[in-house]
RNA sequence: CGGGGCGUAGCGCAGUUUGGGAGCGCGUCUGAUUUGGGAUCAGAAGGCCGCAGGUUCAAAUCCUGUCGCCCCGACCA
């Protein structure tokens, strides 16, 4: 390609509304432009990742055995309907009327449509298993789009559907499914960790999320320094920290005044108890019961294992007001002594003795309070969000430490829970009618990119990995008035390209600085210099984006060079 | 939806407090000189100041409404 030609409008500055790096990096180095919010167009470099990507996955997917299809994005209601899903998605489902007004949805996931689609043509244990995928855009109408597209309202996606006459069958699958995942981020040559994930909305016992490590990821990870586990926080159960049975004494309980001190905070500086020696006290609301949970002063709920384990569908904080009507206090003095609703505190609640918390009165607090004397819970669970340094909950031996990712995948079992709904059965070798039993397996194409970004830059732009950028090797002429450099240039394209090999040749009347400044910024991963030192000697010059080291090459050796580097 | 902020040239912004000339930097176009890390000089083009209504002799500026965008929270690949 040549750069006079190439639509590949850079920037100077940073677009004001990119927070994270990759949105800017991408906006400035004309990979993408927004069209709206959650929404963006693919220019040509932007566009070519995006299909190197794809053609990742496609391989992977097509060599564990899957087909590749593809559904419409515009579905009918009624298939929603009768998955259930039509009211359950809510808000984030785009909706439209046709003009009979009849409804549709733009599809967030196509787990309806598969299954319908098995349903209505497969019915025989003899046509199974069966791995469909697709690769396409799709719809879901976030709350708050944001961080480019990390977080689009439409974006691209690989949604693999396995179909299965058994458990075992879909054990396999999803095996498969999992090695697949494994080369293909490999492949992308990205820093990634699988971790144990919370199932969540879609259903299904066990999960998995690849997670891409960001500094700036929205996932909260987990792992082990000693052995391999690791897991998203929203899962990682937490162990009740090793009761050191302390000879402590047992102390009376005291009311103590605490005007105008509500949190954890006020009470450690008022009193100099720390926040471990503290209870905190949170009101919640679970289809429409209200319960206390309780855990240590400097713990923070995780309120997905507290809906794990009230089994509930909706759960949300109990506001100020409700918090007044049912307790008879505000935020900020509730305690488990002399709870009316049902109180559930965490692991770590029992081992401590004389801790202080809310005395359900505004201004009051009590001190010395210890559970079994002072107030017997409904329940002891875990409840509290994993953090550094906690046991692990495999080996026993190691400490977790936390890291940051990206979630780029997730592969679910779901069983038979759409199969069921949707009536997707098959005959048994008895003849007998059974559900399949599925799984679902997704990749976010257009986050990958943005993940890939984030991981591999530096102050002056991207930095590609080879296997995704949209052109291999950049060659720029210093001064492209200069004859000589031109030719050599030319050549060296020539020679590149009947190779195979995706080259851009800088051919525009700029400085070299604009040139090489705007392929730092573009992340191309070999970069040729055609200059006069060089040229005198019969050489040119080879550097890697990732390396600082220039190497000087004669050019009859340039094309096998880059032929190495690529194939390293 | 709750909280915060912003809409002025393609991009980044000033001007709004205290009403009266629509400006700056980058980019774009023309010409000249330049040509190894985002050149210099000279000239030029480019604006429903988000939109609608109101106040006023006069509105980018004040008032009302509305739309859009960004950030923080709940959601998620």
């Not at 929404?39 to 794809?54: A, M, N, Q, S």
């Not at 995928?133 to 597209?149: A, S, T, V």
């Not at 206390?292 to 569908?313: S, T």
Request: charged share 30%; aromatic share 8%; with cysteine.
């Amino acid at each position: 390609m040549r750069a006079s030609e190439l639509f590949c409008p850079t920037l100077r500055e940073v677009p004001s509304e990119a927070e994270v790096v990759s949105h800017q990096l991408l906006v400035r180095a004309g990979f993408i432009r927004k069209t709206t919010a959650g929404v963006y167009t693919y220019l040509p470099l932007g566009f070519r990742v995006i299909k190197k990507i794809e053609e990742i996955v496609r391989e992977e997917m097509n060599r564990a055995g899957a087909q590749e299809l593809l559904m419409p994005i515009i579905q009918p209601a009624e298939l929603w309907q009768k998955s259930g899903r039509w009211d359950i998605y809510g808000d984030e489902m785009f909706r439209l009327t046709d003009r009979h007004d009849r409804y549709f949805a733009l599809g967030p996931t196509h787990e309806e449509i598969i299954t319908a689609i098995v349903d209505g043509d497969v019915h025989s244990y003899r046509d199974l298993p069966l791995l469909l995928y697709q690769i396409q855009n799709k719809y879901r109408d976030e709350i708050r789009p944001r961080f480019g597209l990390m977080r689009g309202r439409e974006f691209i996606m690989k949604d693999l559907y396995s179909f299965d006459t058994d458990e075992e069958g879909l054990e396999i699958s999803y095996k498969k499914m999992y090695e697949a995942y494994t080369r293909i981020y490999d492949r992308l040559n990205l820093k990634y960790r699988v971790v144990e994930a919370d199932p969540g909305a879609i259903g299904g016992n066990e999960s998995h999320e690849f997670m891409v490590l960001a500094n700036n990821g929205e996932s909260q990870i987990v792992y082990c320094d000693n052995c391999d586990y690791s897991a998203n926080v929203e899962k990682a159960p937490c162990m009740a920290e090793e009761m050191q049975e302390t000879d402590e004494e047992i102390h009376d309980l005291e009311k103590i005044h605490t005007p105008g001190q509500k949190t954890i905070q006020d009470i450690a500086e008022r009193f100099a108890i720390p926040r471990r020696r503290q209870v905190k006290t949170l009101i919640y609301w679970a289809d429409g019961e209200l319960v206390a949970v309780c855990l240590r002063g400097d713990r923070e709920l995780n309120e997905i294992k507290l809906k794990n384990i009230l089994k509930c569908n909706q759960l949300f904080m109990a506001d100020e007001q409700l918090v007044k009507q049912s307790c008879g206090a505000g935020v900020g003095s509730l305690g488990p002594v002399g709870m009316d609703l049902k109180v559930y505190v965490d692991l770590e609640v029992p081992a401590m003795k004389n801790f202080t918390c809310g005395a359900n009165e505004d201004d009051y607090h009590f001190m010395n309070v210890n559970m079994g004397r002072d107030f017997v819970p409904e329940g002891v669970v875990d409840i509290r969000n994993a953090v550094e340094g906690d046991q692990c909950p495999v080996c026993r031996q190691g400490c977790l430490k936390t890291a940051r990712g990206i979630e780029v995948g997730h592969i679910f079992k779901l069983g038979t829970k759409y199969s069921q709904a949707m009536g997707a059965t098959f005959l048994d070798k008895n003849g007998q009618e059974k559900p399949m039993v599925m799984g679902c397996y997704g990749i976010g194409i257009s986050r990958t990119m943005a993940a890939a970004v984030e991981q591999n830059n530096d102050e002056n732009g991207i930095i590609w990995p080879l296997s995704i950028a949209p052109y291999q090797v950049i060659i720029i002429p210093v001064n492209n008035r200069k004859t000589e450099q031109m030719d050599t240039a030319e050549f060296i394209y020539k020679e590149l390209r009947k190779r195979g090999i995706e080259t851009i040749i800088d051919d525009r009347d700029e400085r070299a600085g604009v040139k090489f400044k705007d392929a730092d910024l573009i992340g191309i991963p070999i970069k040729i210099t055609v200059g006069p030192k060089s040229l005198q000697a019969n050489q040119v010059e080879v550097k890697k984006r990732w390396e600082d080291k220039v190497e000087m090459l004669d050019i009859s050796t340039i094309t096998e060079k880059v032929i190495d580097i690529i194939n390293s």
